[in-house]
């Protein structure tokens, strides 16, 4: 496709249930990047990753988070044992490297009731 | 850790008129960003800003970095109804787009 892609769009799952959500960044793009986004705020940093390896993990809020991008391209970003607390837009962007312009896609609206 | 400040956190304005938005660094920034959002969508990359003393511009909009790159300014010429949105300003202080994002700028613009 053309620019990030993120599935699904929306998912409504219940407390203390496991999630996945994928991001599908645009082809060639080594470096892929996940941010959660709370309503009226900006973007917070969870994790950056550069081809296969997570270079900085250092926002990811607890044990609970994961993200794996095991061939450099699609990523995965897992939560277990949810709670209210992780509703939120949770945003993937890309790009050709670390220091130009991201390609963010239109985010996954998680809601855990 | 990387704080901003955006100011305003809303503005109304008229088409036509001029408007400027404002993002402040406790820090000085490695490099700061500029996007806009529309309710529930994704981000859209504006500019990019580097250097100290930096001036951007893209169609109507311009963005500065004041010389001791903590502050950053975006101004709309001219504005239209599609500039609505809200605008994020982001600082990179790693240089791989750690982004810290401040918590926007609502803009709306009256026909």
């Known amino acids: 496709g053309a620019g990030v892609s993120q599935t699904p769009s929306n998912k409504v799952t219940e407390k203390g249930k496991y999630v996945e959500l994928r991001c599908d960044p645009i082809?060639?793009?080594?470096?892929l990047y996940w941010y959660r986004q709370s309503l009226g705020q900006g973007p917070e940093f969870l994790i950056y990753f550069q081809g296969t390896g997570a270079a900085d993990d250092s926002g990811l809020p607890n044990d609970r988070f994961f993200a794996v991008r095991p061939e450099g391209s699609v990523s995965t970003l897992k939560i277990q044992r949810t709670e209210r607390g992780d509703s939120a837009v949770y945003l993937c962007a890309s790009s050709t490297s670390t220091n130009t312009e991201a390609f963010f896609g239109q985010g996954t609206r998680l809601t855990v009731v | 850790s990387q704080e901003l400040e955006q100011s305003p956190q809303s503005l109304i304005v008229q088409e036509g008129k001029n408007l400027t938005i404002n993002c402040t660094s406790s820090?000085?920034?490695?490099?700061l960003y500029w996007y806009k959002q529309k309710y529930g969508e994704g981000l859209i990359f504006l500019m990019m800003?580097?250097?100290?003393?930096e001036e951007k511009s893209h169609e109507k909009i311009t963005a500065k970095l004041d010389e001791k790159k903590q502050q950053s300014s975006l101004h709309i010429t001219a504005s239209q109804p599609s500039h609505a949105g809200i605008y994020l300003c982001?600082?990179?202080?790693?240089?791989?787009?750690?982004?810290?994002f401040g918590t926007g700028t609502k803009l709306q613009v009256i026909p």
């Open positions: 820090k000085t920034l490695y490099g």
């Open positions: 082809s060639g793009h080594t470096a």
């Open positions: 982001g600082a990179d202080k790693m240089g791989y787009q750690k982004v810290t």
């Open positions: 800003l580097q250097k100290g003393g």
